[in-house]
């Protein structure tokens, strides 16, 4: 199984100085160590350390003249305020590189608008998940990131097979909550470490997540992501694969990085 990550690799501001992030980094760790090949298509520095990466890692890196570079700041329940300080250039569908093997899954992740809204033309055959927060964002002069109305959703979501993103992505509007959820088969809105909301065709479900210490939450939504489209590319059931995603991204909290990151045997062994 080929998942393939099309997104900005990010470089996160930390006390020790910068670290790898960024979507195609979290979630194709995550589903790197669920045994899927994994393929990453990118645009950074051409020298952007990328040697966190899981081994056999495919990137298809698209030169930059500078990175993504986010600082996050957390409070004590895990709700955080991201800055944004230098943008990468975007990703062009006219610059999708040949794959040997075509994706099964072709997991759109955009941070700052940086991944066009028809990317999927690249790859027709692939069963399309989508993270949309990065078409959610406004950037504010001193690089604060805060949610906007995403008023292309109509044009993307009815084309996906499934959509995962957070209710912090929409300012915990309930009704913008609603809005995405019905323009797409399956959406799933999590919700911290409180019960994520699925939706199934418009019908809701309530799935409870598990009990977490946190250590270090950035990135935790982006395994959740790959968690699920993983899994539910795998089993076609999608309850269940949100509950496989919820172990994965509260495991992956209790450790620094992608140190907590879980292999699926790990995973359904704690199931």
């Known amino acids: 199984m080929?998942?393939?990550?099309?997104?900005?690799?990010?470089?996160?501001?930390?006390?020790?100085?910068?670290?790898?992030?960024?979507?195609?980094?979290?979630?194709?760790?995550?589903?790197?160590r669920l045994g899927w090949d994994v393929?990453?298509?990118?645009?950074?520095?051409?020298?952007?350390?990328?040697?966190?990466?899981?081994?056999?890692?495919?990137?298809?890196?698209?030169?930059?003249?500078?990175?993504?570079?986010?600082?996050?700041v957390y409070d004590a329940d895990g709700n955080r305020v991201q800055y944004l300080s230098a943008k990468a250039?975007?990703?062009?569908?006219?610059?999708?590189?040949?794959?040997?093997?075509?994706?099964?899954?072709?997991?759109?992740?955009?941070?700052v608008n940086e991944v066009p809204l028809d990317y999927?033309?690249?790859?027709?055959?692939?069963?399309?998940g989508v993270t949309p927060q990065g078409w959610m964002r406004s950037i504010a002069p001193d690089g604060k990131v805060t949610p906007?109305?995403?008023?292309?959703?109509?044009?993307?979501?009815?084309?996906?097979?499934?959509?995962?993103f957070s209710e912090e992505d929409v300012g915990y509007d309930e009704d913008e909550i609603k809005r995405l959820?019905?323009?797409?088969p399956v959406s799933v809105?999590?919700?911290?470490?409180?019960?994520?909301?699925?939706?199934?065709?418009?019908?809701?479900?309530?799935v409870p997540t598990v009990p977490a210490k946190i250590v270090e939450p950035t990135g935790a939504g982006d395994v959740f992501a790959a968690a699920f489209f993983a899994r539910y590319a795998e089993t076609d059931e999608p309850e269940q694969s949100v509950r496989f995603a919820h172990l994965a991204a509260g495991k992956?909290?209790?450790?620094?990085?992608?140190?907590?990151?879980?292999?699926?045997?790990?995973?359904?062994?704690?199931?």
Not at 43 to 57: F, H, K, M, W, Y
Not at 181 to 184: D, F, N
Not at 189 to 206: I, M, P, Q
């Open 2 to 32: 080929h998942y393939v990550l099309v997104g900005t690799f990010t470089k996160d501001i930390t006390l020790n100085g910068y670290t790898l992030g960024g979507t195609v980094f979290y979630s194709g760790v995550q589903a790197r």
């Open 39 to 72: 393929s990453v298509i990118s645009t950074a520095e051409s020298d952007i350390d990328l040697s966190s990466l899981e081994p056999n890692t495919k990137v298809y890196l698209q030169a930059s003249a500078e990175s993504s570079i986010f600082k996050n």
């Open 89 to 111: 250039d975007p990703i062009t569908v006219e610059n999708a590189p040949h794959l040997p093997t075509p994706p099964d899954v072709l997991h759109l992740g955009p941070l």
């Open 120 to 128: 999927g033309r690249a790859f027709p055959n692939a069963k399309i």
């Open 148 to 164: 906007r109305r995403w008023e292309e959703a109509e044009q993307l979501l009815p084309t996906v097979w499934a959509c995962v």
């Open 181 to 184: 959820a019905t323009l797409c």
């Open 189 to 206: 809105c999590t919700r911290n470490l409180s019960a994520a909301s699925l939706f199934v065709d418009g019908k809701r479900y309530e």
């Open 252 to 271: 992956s909290i209790e450790g620094h990085g992608v140190s907590r990151v879980l292999t699926r045997e790990q995973i359904l062994e704690l199931l």
